[in-house]
């Protein structure tokens, strides 16, 4: 493999994010804010408050792009501050697809670098496990963030880059 890494976004003061897009619980009627901006430093932040009201709870900060061919990559790799809190790491192979492939994960709090291995993303639509395996397509059309921990509370994750490994 001559390329050992490829960037999917690596955030700037220059960044452009007409293509990162927030879908909040407002879809389904509910009232959590998601915000997304370039901060003073220059990355990425995904901050808000997610509310239960109306049966809500979620905030997503979504990145769709034309497909991609990762057959020469098994990790996406996450440079990323949080705020202590635990985040879904999403990703879809085909936009058309009504599902996502999840992994969890916690932050610290400190500027950490999260690895996560594309075959331990599972298959879910709505907050359910789908039965049909694990993450092992070629492609990657859509990477995505969620916070969705069942109660209500403020965050804030700061991103530096995303990158495939």
């Known amino acids: ?15 452009k994010l007409s293509s990162w897009r927030i879908v909040d619980d407002v879809v389904m009627g509910g009232r959590s804010n998601g915000s997304f901006k ?6 990425g932040l995904f901050y808000g408050d997610i ?20 057959s020469n990559y098994t990790k996406i790799v996450l440079r990323i501050k949080g705020d202590g809190k ?33 075959s331990e993303m599972y298959p ?15 492609t990657l059309a859509q990477i995505a963030f969620l916070i969705g921990n069942k109660k209500e509370e403020s965050f804030k994750l700061e991103i530096d880059k995303i990158y495939l490994k």
């Open 86 to 118: 635990q985040y879904q790491f999403r990703i879809k192979d085909d936009n058309d697809n009504f599902y996502s492939y999840i992994k969890q994960f916690k932050t610290s709090g400190n500027w950490e670098t999260i690895e996560i291995p594309l």
């Open 51 to 70: 509310s239960l009201k109306n049966n809500g709870g979620f905030s997503s900060l979504r990145y769709s792009f034309d497909k991609l061919s990762i």
């Open 124 to 138: 879910a639509f709505r907050g359910r496990k789908l039965d049909i395996q694990n993450f092992n397509s070629n």
């Open 1 to 15: 493999m001559v390329n050992s890494t490829h960037l999917l976004f690596d955030f700037s003061k220059e960044s």
């Open 38 to 43: 370039i901060n003073e430093a220059g990355n």
